[in-house]
């Protein structure tokens, strides 16, 4: 037994393709955990620089699914999905993002940072286990 | 008028909310939904950009993946993430009908061991 809901002008009983289904119990989904903000202080440094800082525990045991963003323009509303990285002539700043069995982290490989920087994080972690504990 | 299924989170009201947010499921929004998942290890040699091929089964037309990699230090990172104790870079996917290309930058001077894991899904449109 499963449960089909289609689309408006496609038949829940026959329909097989999962683009003219709105929900089929044959398919799994991304189930929500949590998801939240942080904002987090990259200190200026011109020579490299590396920093990690804990973006959110889990403790769920395993490592989920994940999904983070950033404001590229710090206030501005301009959005980028992390990890992430810039480069120009003499500066460098990566930003990565991890999950572990316990935690979410960033962390910061920077070049040529002229001036501090506080810089919002947004996550959302799913319950699906990644398999790869 | 069309019969609708709602689910309301705890403390909203699945009769008169109207926002998507206050819903765990709405029969008025389509769910996005995994049609294949899997993983697959790799040993990768020394070398710029490379990428492994992960074969896939699903014969869907419309699809997009999301992959992670297990880095050898048991961290899990997305596209665009090195691996925070060696120079190992996991650079980007691209998928295609059969396969979803794992594409990666191993500087570590020898081999490297990982483990990609590929969500499958409908076409977010």
């Known amino acids: ?133 | 008028m069309s019969k609708q299924i709602r689910v309301a989170r705890g403390g909203k009201n699945a009769l008169t909310s109207t926002d998507p947010n206050d819903f765990i499921f709405h029969s008025e929004y389509n769910t996005f939904k995994i049609v294949e998942e899997g993983s697959e290890e790799f040993v990768m040699g020394a070398t710029g950009e490379a990428e492994e091929s992960v074969s896939i089964e699903t014969t869907h037309s419309n699809q997009f993946a999301f992959v992670f990699c297990k880095f050898a230090n048991g961290r899990v990172g997305s596209p665009g993430t090195k691996a925070s104790d060696v120079n190992f870079w996991f650079t980007k996917v691209e998928i295609d009908a059969t396969n979803i290309l794992c594409s990666y930058v191993n500087l570590t001077g020898g081999n490297y061991t990982a483990t990609f894991k590929y969500y499958i899904c409908e076409l977010p449109l």
């Open chain 1, 1 to 133: 037994m499963k449960l089909v809901i289609a689309k408006p002008g496609y038949d829940a009983i026959t329909e097989t393709d999962p683009d003219n289904l709105i929900f089929s119990s044959d398919y799994n989904t991304f189930k929500y955990f949590k998801n939240g903000s942080t904002p987090i202080y990259i200190p200026a440094s011109v020579s490299v620089f590396t920093q990690e800082n804990t973006i959110f525990t889990h403790d769920l045991g395993y490592c989920p699914f994940f999904i983070a963003t950033w404001d590229i323009t710090v206030g501005g509303g301009n959005f980028s999905n992390l990890s992430y990285s810039w480069a120009d002539a003499g500066a460098y700043f990566h930003l990565f993002v991890y999950t572990t069995t316990t935690e979410l982290i960033l962390r910061v490989e920077s070049s040529g940072l002229t001036s501090g920087i506080t810089i919002p994080i947004w996550y959302k972690i799913f319950k699906n286990n990644l398999g790869l504990s």
